[in-house]
């Protein structure tokens, strides 16, 4: 099955947007979806211009019926969800045409015209009121349950599993810190930030580094830290005592599951992000401060983890709702 998510809303929206459509993308891909992200705000995603790269132009979305022909040799159907304002009605029967079914999460008060089905109120929306759907009430899940993973204490062993797309349930007896970047130069962050960490942090405490599958090689590591590698960061964040990573869309996901975390901007893009972090309220460490890494992490630990309940339980509602309009 395809479902396209698309946020429609004025700038000063748009992170917010994007918060809820990740975290709702990311509970359907775990149920075996093909999800796509769009937005309306590609340009002016505030404070937040790496999570460009997750969505697309809105205007990519397809604009006539039968361009999503994927779907349906991939034998499921073409689900279009809109998080989006009433001043955007207009927008929805341009679009409608090209999908079997529209979802609309909408806080008009009403229904969508040209909807198949709207949810009312928005169940992303803060402080809204328990969406009633076909009578049934909206139910508390756990955002990250289910996700997989694989964790390896050997570092050879990590790398063949990568390969063969191993994946093993992560359940410690006490949340590690997680050490997790993206792309090419993972080795030398990641390197650098356990550096200062394994022989600073105590032998009791695990260090765990979630290894891309690019990653090459497999190195010399201190004997409190493991490897792990698996199609899923989700479950190993939400077990984490404190996650050190870019300020980039990892950051979002982590700040949607209500997971400490420690942000070292490490790109120009990251840097704009690394100051929005910084405004609200968020840990951040230039690069260049790494020494300063061990006091942070101990004062992040300490603080109470900002779970977001309404967000989670509004991905896990919509999810049921767009699984059963599929059947």
Known sequence: MRVD???ISGSQDGLGHVR???CLGQTLEKRGVDVGYFSSDISTLPGMPIVRRAFQPLDHLPQHSGTLNASEEAGGRSILVLDMKHR???TLSRLASSYEKVICLSDTGHAVPGAHITINPNPFQVGAATPQIDG???QEAHYFAGADYCLITNPATAVSAMADDTAAAFKPDAGPIVVSFGGADDGRFAGAV???LAG??????RIVWAVPRSFPSAPVLPENVDICAGKDLA???SKAAVLICGAGVTCLEAMAGGTPFVAIPVSADQHLAGTWLENNGYAV???EKLDDLPAIVGDVKTRTRRARPELLAGAERVADIVLRTAL
Not at 200 to 205: F, I, N, P, S
Request: aromatic share 4%.
């Open 5 to 7: 998510l698309a946020c």
């Open 20 to 22: 809820r459509l990740l």
């Open 235 to 237: 479950v190993l964040m």
């Open 194 to 196: 356990i550096d200062r």
């Open 200 to 205: 600073r942090v105590g032998q009791a405490e």
């Open 285 to 287: 460490l230039p690069f």
């Open 88 to 90: 955007t009605q207009d």
């Open 136 to 138: 049934v009430n909206g």
